[in-house]
């Protein structure tokens, strides 16, 4: 009886393609991920005006309300003056 486990190696032109597909996956979900934060988010900084904006209202409905306001204006006379 053989005592000692023998374990076969995978071939090395096997490794490099799996480490390919593996990278090109990783580099393609990053890719995704970064462009839809980038496409779907309001910029940062204009929050924090439009809430520095609405700060005066004292129930946070009005305050969501108006800085949502504030950040919708701009669009819509973007829209309006095409």
């Not at 995978?10 to 090109?24: E, I, K, Q, Y």
């Not at 779907?40 to 009005?62: K, M, N, R, W």
């Given at each position: 009886?053989?005592?000692?486990?023998?374990?076969?190696?995978?071939?090395?032109?096997?490794?490099?393609?799996?480490?390919?597909?593996?990278?090109?996956?990783?580099?393609?979900?990053?890719?995704?991920?970064?462009?839809?934060?980038?496409?779907?988010?309001?910029?940062?900084?204009?929050?924090?005006?439009?809430?520095?904006?609405?700060?005066?209202?004292?129930?946070?409905?009005?305050?969501?309300?108006?800085?949502?306001?504030?950040?919708?204006?701009?669009?819509?006379?973007?829209?309006a003056?095409?």
């Open positions: 009886m053989n005592a000692k486990a023998t374990f076969t190696r995978p071939r090395v032109a096997t490794v490099l393609v799996a480490s390919g597909l593996s990278a090109l996956i990783t580099f393609g979900l990053f890719a995704a991920i970064v462009g839809a934060f980038q496409r779907a988010g309001t910029p940062f900084d204009q929050i924090l005006t439009a809430e520095h904006v609405c700060a005066q209202y004292a129930f946070v409905s009005e305050r969501d309300n108006c800085a949502r306001l504030y950040l919708v204006a701009p669009r819509i006379q973007n829209v003056s095409r």
